[in-house]
Structure formats: C-alpha cells, structure tokens
C-alpha cells in the first residue's frame, strides 16, 4: 500500500521559516516525479512546486518564487519543502503529491496519482 506522508507544518509568525516533508512508502518514486499543493480555508487546492525523478526540473508557482524551495533525497524517498519568508496568505493546508508514471514532472492535480493526507501550515501576522 502506498502512503505519502507529509511533516514539518506548524504555527510560524510572518517572516520566519518552516521546512515540510514527506515520506513516501509501497513503492519507490525515484523514477517519479513529485510535488506540493496547498489549499486554504474556502479556496481551491492549488500547484505549488513540483520536482523531476533526479531533481534536475523544478517548477514553482510565481507567488512563493524566491521563498520556497523543492528538494528530494530518492535515497530517503522523501520530498521536501524549504519555505522561507512565510507570509500570512501562505496559510493552507499542504499536500504532498506523487506520480506513478516515471520522468514526469507533472503541475497540476490530474498528472498526480498518489497524495498525502496534508500539514496544515498558519503563518500569522
């Protein structure tokens, strides 16, 4: 059975730092890509970063371009999301999200097949 598992979320004041990650397990994703979404109270889930099998594609949504940084450790079988310089519109709950087809690096919900259960993240004021 595969699980995504996603930690790291938490309550940080604006400016500061968190660092997300997620686990994956059932099946190895090193040929995969994977990514993060994230969907605030009373708003559609949206693309926030994405990263090829071998890390060499990455693609960032413009509102956390220069903040957030994707990562991956196929050893591990884990992503991570580096988030810096939070500000309080980035609160949401994030989503880690895989690919079952191999070197992919999908941006949108329809190329993910497999998805985390989510960290909420609250940035406040």
């Known amino acids: 059975q595969v699980q995504l598992v996603e930690s790291g979320g938490g309550l940080v004041q604006a400016g500061g730092s968190l660092r997300l990650a997620c686990a994956a397990s059932?099946?190895?994703?090193?040929?995969?890509?994977m990514g993060w979404f994230r969907q605030a109270p009373g708003k559609e889930r949206e693309f926030v970063a994405s990263?090829?099998?071998?890390?060499?594609?990455?693609y960032i949504v413009d509102s956390v371009k220069g903040r957030f940084t994707i990562s991956r450790d196929n050893a591990l079988n884990t992503v991570y999301l580096q988030m810096n310089s939070l500000k309080p519109e980035d609160t949401a709950a994030y989503y880690c999200?895989?690919?079952?087809?191999?070197?992919?690096?999908?941006?949108?919900?329809?190329?993910?097949?497999?998805w985390g259960k989510g960290t909420l993240v609250s940035v406040s004021s």
């Open positions: 999200a895989a690919s079952r087809m191999s070197y992919t690096t999908p941006r949108s919900s329809d190329g993910m097949d497999y």
């Open positions: 059932g099946r190895t994703f090193s040929r995969s890509g």
């Open positions: 990263i090829s099998w071998n890390g060499g594609i990455k």
